[in-house]
Every structure is written in structure tokens, then in C-alpha cells.
């Protein structure tokens, strides 16, 4: 029975330090070439650049979010926010502060339609209102971390590129879901800008993501999976994103950090609507991500009965073996996520690691057994 356990030890081990060593670390020695600061690509001149952000009754949000993205540097953008039947007062202050911020216009959405999920709707519509040819999505809740996001972003474009995946962290906060909704991000970031450098790119977040409008409706929108809530952003880029067409962007001016949330129920309504996005994947990124994630629970699981055994039986050796086998790994994952860490602006501590680990052991578990057993839920605004 042991040599059994060690063996798939050994299995599991291999996978997790293959993604660490080979995947992860792309990211962690990825050299950005830096902009001119107007966000021109290395290959011409900046293009026009449209943001789009949804709104549902976000009145406070975009009270604050307007003045900074009229305030971005950049030579040719505008900002259309997409008013989504808000009832909060948000049509009469866009209409009152319409000349306020002169890069700012608004449309209205008055209807809601049964054949596709209402964000999606309303992200369609601002791509045909787009002024410009590339489009930059934000949601109404996040903060550009500089006036030159939209020129960072844009710097990533070229000839080839039509897609660059930029990084949303979530402000720090005090509290045991506040730093998980961080290690969370931090881990999701690492695996798709990591895999985008391994030309296997599957998704983005819709909080800074930037691409051509005509690759959108070359792909016909989100009509593949315009009745999946959720999705807008990570089932798109499954179905448009290309070994060549992808980059990231790693400049901190270029990050836009977003306001997490602040209870156990509301995050886990949240997260129930991003697993139920998973299963839409390509098979590809879906074996890929499941290898990852299996690997991870494998090793904990095959380790504490590892553990146990060795505790019952009293044999050192065998325990000294699994020691160094969760040793290796620790060092192996904290070198690495401590580089990209630095990378992403240190947004967690550099001792956050290891405990996070233990932590996505629980939450992996945990998660799927919610999606075995989750039940078709009504349709939200998202």
C-alpha cells in the first residue's frame, strides 16, 4: 500500500512542478518591452480606443469612475457607459453630467431579451456604438490604477495581437475573505497570463481586458453562448484567442484594481456563477486546468494519507520522503509565485504561499462538490 501512495506522490508531484517549472515561470521571466508612453505599439501609430462599461445601479461607482477614465492620456478614446435599465438615478446623472467629461457619452438600454444574458446584450450594443477599433472592458466597480492604463494597454497591440489580457487585482482589505479573494485572483492570474506566454490562452477578466472590435464580430459576438450567465469575458476569449493573436500586459500603470466582496454569501454567489462558466470550456483548456487543479488536490490527499500511514506504522523513513517531497514543492511554488508576485506589484505577502496552498486544497474540494450538486438558479444581471 505505500509504495502505492509514494508512487502516486511521486505522479502528482511531477505534474505540479512541471506547471511551476515550465508554465508558471514564463510569467515570472517575461520581459514587457515598455511604451513610448502614448501607447503606440512598436509597429505604428496608437489606435482609436473605445472603453465600455456596463452598468446595473451603479450610480456611486461611476460618480467616482468617470473623472478618472476622462482623465487617462491617451490621443484618441472615448468612454460609452452602457446604462442597463438602472433605477438608481443613474440615466439623470449621466444626462446632467454630459458635458462634464467630454470623452464620457452613455446609451440607454431600456429592454431585457430571453435569448441572451443582459450584460452580454448590453456589451454588444456598445461594440456596435464603438467609435473606435479596439474596445477596453471595465466594469463600473474598478479604479484604473494610473491615467495611462488605456496607453499601456494599447502599447501590447500590433499587426499579429489582437488581444491583450491585463491584471485586476482586488484591493486589500482587513479579513480572512479579503486576503483568499486576493490569493484567489493572484493564483487565476498567474495560470492565464502564464498559459497566454505558452501560446494556450483561455481566458480573461473582463475588469481590464482589451481587444479588436472586428475579431468580435468576426466571431459573432457572444452568440455561442449568449444564454451561459457569466462568461463575457473567459467563454470569449476560449473562442477567440489563438496560439499568436494574445498578449499580456504586466505594467503595473496598466493594472485596475476592483472592490471585492465583503461577505461569505455574496462571494460564493459569485464564485457559483464562474464555475458554472468552466464547463463551456474548450476540452483542451479544460483538460489543462484539470490536470492543474487534480495535481494540486492529488498531492494533498495522497500526503496526509501518506502522513497517516507513516504516523500508524512509525516509519520514519517513509515520512522523511513525504517531508521532502512537500519541501521541494513549497520552495519550488514560493521562488515562483514570488517572482510573479513582484511582477504583479507585490499584491500579496510573500508568506501568503504556502498557507494559500493548504487553502486551495480545502476550496478545490469544497467547490466541486457545490458544482455536482448546484441547481439551475434564475438569471442575474451578469
Known amino acids: 500500500m505505500i509504495e502505492a501512495l509514494l508512487a502516486l506522490l511521486g505522479v502528482f508531484l511531477i505534474v505540479q512542478l512541471f506547471y511551476y517549472l515550465f508554465v508558471f515561470v514564463r510569467l515570472a521571466n517575461y520581459q514587457q518591452e515598455i511604451s513610448d508612453g502614448n501607447g503606440s505599439p512598436p509597429d505604428g501609430s496608437p489606435p482609436g480606443v473605445t472603453v465600455l462599461v456596463c452598468a446595473w445601479n451603479e450610480l456611486e461607482n461611476l460618480n467616482e469612475l468617470l473623472p478618472l477614465l476622462n482623465a487617462q492620456e491617451y490621443p484618441e478614446f472615448e468612454v460609452i457607459v452602457l446604462d442597463d435599465r438602472s433605477h438608481d438615478g443613474t440615466e439623470d446623472f449621466l444626462n446632467e453630467n454630459a458635458t462634464r467629461w467630454p470623452h464620457v457619452r452613455s446609451v440607454r438600454i431600456e429592454t431585457e431579451y430571453p435569448h441572451i ?38 502599447s501590447q497591440l500590433s499587426e499579429d495581437k489582437e488581444i491583450v489580457l491585463g491584471f485586476s487585482p482586488y484591493y486589500k482589505e482587513a479579513g480572512l475573505l479579503n486576503w483568499f479573494i486576493r490569493c484567489e485572483t493572484f493564483y487565476t492570474a498567474v495560470q492565464y497570463l502564464s498559459l497566454a506566454l505558452a501560446q494556450r490562452p483561455y481566458m480573461g ?87 492543474m487543479s487534480a495535481s494540486h488536490v492529488g498531492v494533498w490527499v495522497v500526503g496526509l494519507s501518506t502522513l497517516a500511514w507513516g504516523l500508524f506504522w512509525q516509519d520514519w523513513f517513509v515520512l522523511q520522503i513525504l517531508g ?48 455536482l450538486s448546484r441547481r439551475k438558479k434564475k438569471v442575474t444581471w451578469r
Open 324 to 371: 521532502g517531497a512537500f519541501a521541494l514543492r513549497w520552495l519550488v511554488q514560493t521562488i515562483v509565485l514570488q517572482a510573479i508576485n513582484r511582477r504583479l506589484d507585490r499584491t500579496l505577502s510573500w508568506f501568503s504561499f504556502v498557507p494559500m496552498d493548504l487553502t486551495f486544497f480545502v476550496y478545490y474540494v469544497s467547490m466541486s462538490g457545490l458544482v
Open 117 to 154: 444574458t443582459p450584460k452580454k446584450y448590453a456589451l454588444t450594443v456598445g461594440m456596435k456604438h464603438a467609435r473606435y477599433p479596439v474596445a477596453l472592458l471595465t466594469d463600473a466597480d474598478c479604479r484604473p490604477a494610473s491615467h495611462h492604463w488605456i496607453a499601456g494597454m494599447a
Open 205 to 291: 477578466v473582463g475588469r481590464n481586458l482589451m481587444y479588436r472590435t472586428d475579431l468580435f464580430f468576426q466571431h459573432k459576438g457572444f452568440y455561442q453562448h449568449k444564454h451561459v450567465v457569466g462568461g463575457d469575458d473567459d467563454l470569449f476569449m476560449n473562442q477567440a484567442a489563438t496560439r499568436t493573436n494574445t498578449a499580456i500586459d504586466l505594467n503595473p500603470d496598466s493594472f485596475v484594481y476592483s472592490f471585492p466582496k465583503t461577505t461569505w454569501t455574496s462571494w460564493l454567489t459569485q464564485k457559483k456563477r464562474h464555475l458554472s462558466v468552466g464547463k463551456h470550456y474548450r476540452s483542451s483548456n479544460k483538460i489543462r486546468l484539470g490536470l
